[in-house]
C-alpha cells in the first residue's frame, strides 16, 4: 500500500515551452483567429486548451489560409517552411525555443565551414526535422550506437556533430563516446545541446529512484523528454510509466508499492501534476513531499514579432 508520493523537483514547463504557450495565448488576444503549425508543444492537454480559445492547429502551413497568422511551434522548423510562409503571405511568429535555435545555427554554420554533420536524435521528431532541413545535403541522423558505429566517411571528411535537446544524457555520451573513437578529429558544439531543463528533470529522477519503488511521469506519448524520463527511471532499476494524467494512473502498479515518484516532462503542465496529487490523496496517502534539486531561473522573451505588436499596441 503506497505511504508516501515524491514529487520531483524541477519538473514541468521549461522556459521554451512556457514562451511558446504564452506566444499562443498573445497572439490570440492580439489576432483573434491563430493557426499553430504542429502541436505547439508535445502535451495534448496544452493542445485542448489553446484550441478553446480559439487556436487552429495544422500540420502543414498550406492548411492555413493565405494571409493567416501562423504561429512556428517550440521544436522549431526547416527553412523551406518559411520560404512557403512567404509565398503565401503568411504572418509567421516563430515560437522556436531559443535552445534549438542555437542548435540549428551550429549545425548551419557547421556545414558552411564544409563539414559533415551528424545529428544525435530520434527520426521524425519535429525537432530533427527542423535541423536536418538546415542542410540537408550534409547532415546524417544517428539515433543509436549501432548507427554510429555504421557510419562510413571518404577519409579526409570532416565530421561535426550536434544533438537534439531532450535525449538521455547517459545514451547521448554513449554515442558521442563511439563518434570520438571512431573520429578523433570530430568538432563538437561550442557548448552542450542537451538542455538545461531536460538535464534538470533527469537529475532530480536520479535523485529520487533510492527512495522510490514506482515513478509515474506524466506527459505525453510523442514527448521526448517524458519519455528520457521513463527510460532514466528504468536504467537505474525502478518501474516507470509515461501517463496523461490521474486518469491514466492504474492501480494494479502500486501493488507492493510503499513510496511513489511522480515527476512530470517540460511540457506538462502543473495543473496535470495536482491531479495526480489529489488522486493519490483521494486513496488516503497522506505523506506527499517534495525532492527539490536545484531552482530554476531560465526565462526567454517573446518572440520579436509578437514584441514588436504588442508594443505598437501599447501593450506589452
Avoid at 112 to 136: D, K
Avoid at 166 to 175: G, H, K, P, Y
Avoid at 212 to 222: E, F, T
Wanted: proline share 3%; hydrophobic share 45%.
Amino acid at each position: 500500500m503506497v505511504q508516501r508520493v515524491i514529487f520531483a523537483s524541477p519538473r514541468g514547463f521549461c522556459a521554451g515551452v512556457e514562451r511558446a504557450v504564452q506566444t499562443v495565448a498573445r497572439a490570440l488576444d492580439l489576432y483573434g483567429t491563430v493557426y499553430v503549425r504542429h502541436e505547439i508543444v508535445h502535451n495534448r492537454h496544452v493542445v485542448r486548451e489553446l484550441e478553446k480559445h480559439g487556436a487552429i492547429f495544422v500540420q502543414d502551413e498550406r492548411e492555413a489560409p493565405a494571409g493567416a497568422t501562423l504561429v512556428l511551434s517550440a521544436h522549431g522548423v526547416a527553412p523551406d517552411v518559411y520560404e512557403r510562409c512567404a509565398q503565401l503571405g503568411q504572418r509567421t511568429i516563430d515560437a522556436t525555443c531559443p535552445l534549438v535555435t542555437k542548435v540549428h545555427v551550429q549545425a548551419r554554420r557547421f556545414a558552411a565551414e564544409g563539414y559533415r554533420v551528424v545529428l544525435i536524435g530520434h527520426a521524425g521528431h519535429q525537432e530533427v526535422v527542423g535541423t536536418m532541413g538546415e542542410a540537408p545535403e550534409a547532415i546524417v541522423l544517428a539515433e543509436s550506437v549501432a548507427d554510429a558505429e555504421a557510419l562510413s566517411f571518404p577519409a579526409g571528411t570532416k565530421l561535426a556533430y550536434v544533438t537534439q535537446t531532450t535525449l538521455s544524457l547517459e545514451e547521448t555520451a554513449e554515442i558521442i563516446a563511439v563518434l570520438e573513437r571512431r573520429f578523433p578529429e570530430i568538432r563538437s558544439p561550442q557548448r552542450v545541446d542537451i538542455c538545461y531543463a531536460t538535464s534538470n528533470r533527469q537529475r532530480a529522477v536520479k535523485e529520487m529512484l533510492p527512495e522510490v519503488q514506482l515513478l509515474l511521469v506524466i506527459g505525453s506519448a510523442n514527448s521526448s523528454n517524458s519519455k528520457r524520463l521513463v527510460d532514466v527511471a528504468r536504467a537505474g532499476g525502478v518501474e516507470a510509466h509515461l501517463i496523461e494524467d490521474a486518469a491514466a494512473i492504474d492501480e494494479s502498479w502500486l501493488e507492493h508499492v510503499e513510496t511513489v515518484g511522480v515527476t512530470s516532462g517540460a511540457s506538462a503542465p502543473e495543473r496535470l501534476v495536482e491531479g495526480v496529487r489529489d488522486w493519490f490523496c483521494e486513496r488516503g496517502v497522506l505523506q506527499i513531499d517534495q525532492s527539490r534539486i536545484v531552482e530554476e531561473h531560465m526565462e526567454f522573451r517573446l518572440p520579436v514579432e509578437l514584441r514588436e505588436e504588442l508594443s505598437a499596441r501599447g501593450s506589452a
